[in-house]
């Protein structure tokens, strides 16, 4: 009985039970899974194709950005490591 109980649990561990699949159909209506991708927000200014950073602008169009605390340092702030 312990046996299978390890069975599951590894068998269980190796699947991601959190991956999201969306469904689309092909001109021909062949129906395929593919893996749920999140759309990167752009920035909110005219023509630019930058990645938001803060309040809905990249850094180029005034997103404050932290700073690093260090006296005489001008690098960002390195979050984890």
């Known amino acids: ?25 092909d001109d021909e209506g ?3 899974a593919r893996r749920a991708t999140r759309k990167k927000n752009e920035c909110s ?3 630019c194709t930058n ?3 803060n309040g809905g602008v990249c850094i180029r169009h005034g997103a404050k950005v932290k700073r690093c605390s260090s006296d005489g340092c001008t690098n960002r702030a390195v979050e984890g490591g």
């Open 51 to 53: 990645r938001v950073v």
């Open 1 to 25: 009985a312990v046996s299978k109980k390890r069975e599951k649990i590894s068998s269980a561990s190796t699947t991601n039970t959190r991956e999201k699949l969306s469904f689309a159909a």
């Open 30 to 32: 062949k129906v395929t």
């Open 45 to 47: 200014s005219d023509g």
